[in-house]
């Protein structure tokens, strides 16, 4: 199995993309989050580099799958989990529509009207947001998982309530969370348990 983080961005920018500017630092305790729910032994950790720091024109989207490309190249047709942040959740919930990805955790996803949802159909994926997001939407996030919602797909949202856009506000649940959720859609094909089953069962969204 694979674990694949996606950091945050701007909405244009064709700036570098560096490892040590504030997006990419903050996915590192997800990183380590995610990995606690996994065994190390056989797993594979990775952290997409983004050549610039825009979407622009779906530049993350692109850098996404060539991530995917070189890692099927690296440990074969392994199935992969996407943990995406913001412009990262954007590009993650995007880059479901390939084979290898199993399911997708996006926190405080970039939504804009009109996100498509098709390419989700059969995969599984779960959003967090915080109630106090003041940079993405915690609505627009609810409606999006509303729309993807199907008999094939499984998806579902979690609240964290007071939680701000940058996780900083009750981190330790931040990152708790995504540990569960790893560990829940990672599970094999057809099985779905803990709080990612409950939140794709439930038609409001759970409040943490």
């Known amino acids: 199995m694979a674990i694949i983080t996606l950091h945050g961005g701007r909405v244009d920018s064709y700036q570098t993309s560096q490892p040590w500017h504030l997006a990419a630092l903050r996915m590192r305790p997800v990183l380590r989050s995610a990995a606690s729910a996994v065994s190390l032994h056989d797993a594979v950790l990775a952290q997409v580099r983004y050549r610039h720091r825009g979407w622009n024109q779906g530049d993350p989207l692109q850098d996404t799958y060539r991530a995917l ?58 959003v967090l947001h915080g109630t106090r997001d003041r940079i993405t939407s915690a609505e627009a996030s609810t409606d999006y998982v509303r729309r993807v919602r199907t008999p094939q797909t499984r998806a579902g949202i979690i609240l964290i309530r007071r939680g701000d856009h940058a996780m900083l506000r009750r981190s330790p649940l931040w990152h708790r969370t995504v540990a569960e959720l790893v560990g829940d859609l990672l599970q094999p094909s057809g099985q779905l348990t803990g709080r990612a089953a409950a939140s794709c069962l439930s038609p409001e969204p759970i409040l943490l």
């Not at 995007?94 to 159909?121: I, K, M, Y």
């Open 69 to 126: 490309d070189e890692l099927d190249q690296l440990a074969g047709p392994v199935p992969t989990l996407l943990i995406g942040h913001s412009m990262g959740g954007r590009a993650a919930l995007r880059a479901a529509s390939h084979p290898h990805v199993r399911g997708v955790v996006a926190l405080a996803p970039w939504l804009p009207p009109g996100e498509p949802t098709r390419h989700l159909r059969g995969k599984r994926a779960v």
